[in-house]
């Protein structure tokens, strides 16, 4: 956008101040230098809401990508600055994984992006609500879902392939569990 910027980042809650500072003194650093600015380059903090269910990402990602076509500026698929492309194919510097297992893959997000009326609801289906994880997870497992940390790999591994078929996704996976979404992705791809 022409004076702000939308990112959505996943980070501890500690890590989030940090990672802005970071990221907004080095683009000053750099626009500074090449444009011969002196002084602040950013007019005010950094705005955050976290999110912490699945309908509250969805929603994220739509707004997101929807912003230039509310400001009148270009559809969300011809936009230059959008992360739009990532999310269908050309892969550089998002992760969007998790918000394409929730929707069921490439044409989940188009039919996310398209689809005014479409709710939360209608679109994931089997999904299982962030709220309703830990229960799922307690109905399916023979162990506390956060114990399996600490078990063998392939013990570890068959454990959060059931979650997974139970209707987790590999983020509430994660986020249930303690590891890595990286560790759950591939153990989702592993067979017994």
């Not at 000053?28 to 309908?55: C, L, W």
């Not at 739009?84 to 992760?95: F, K, M, Q, S």
């Not at 590999?170 to 591939?186: D, E, F, H, Y």
Request: some cysteine.
């Amino acid at each position: 956008m022409g004076n702000h910027v939308h990112l959505l980042v996943r980070s501890q809650p500690d890590d989030l101040s940090r990672i802005m500072h970071q990221l907004c003194m080095r683009y000053a650093q750099y626009f500074n230098r090449v444009t011969g600015h002196m002084g602040h380059v950013f007019e005010s903090r950094f705005f955050n809401q976290p999110i912490s269910t699945d309908s509250q990402l969805l929603a994220a990602v739509r707004y997101i990508h929807l912003n230039p076509v509310k400001a009148g500026i270009a559809a969300f698929d011809a936009y230059r600055w959008s992360s739009h492309r990532e999310y269908v194919g050309e892969r550089v510097y998002v992760d969007a994984d998790d918000v394409l297992e929730l929707l069921g893959g490439v044409s989940g997000y188009r039919e996310l992006m398209s689809n005014a009326d479409m709710t939360y609801e209608m679109r994931l289906g089997k999904r299982t609500p962030d709220e309703d994880c830990e229960r799922v997870a307690r109905s399916v497992l023979d162990v506390d879902p956060r114990g399996l940390k600490a078990l063998d790999p392939p013990l570890r591994n068959a454990r959060l392939r059931t979650l997974h078929a139970a209707g987790l996704s590999v983020r509430q996976i994660a986020m249930l569990t303690g590891i890595g979404s990286k560790t759950v992705s591939r153990a989702m791809s592993q067979r017994a």
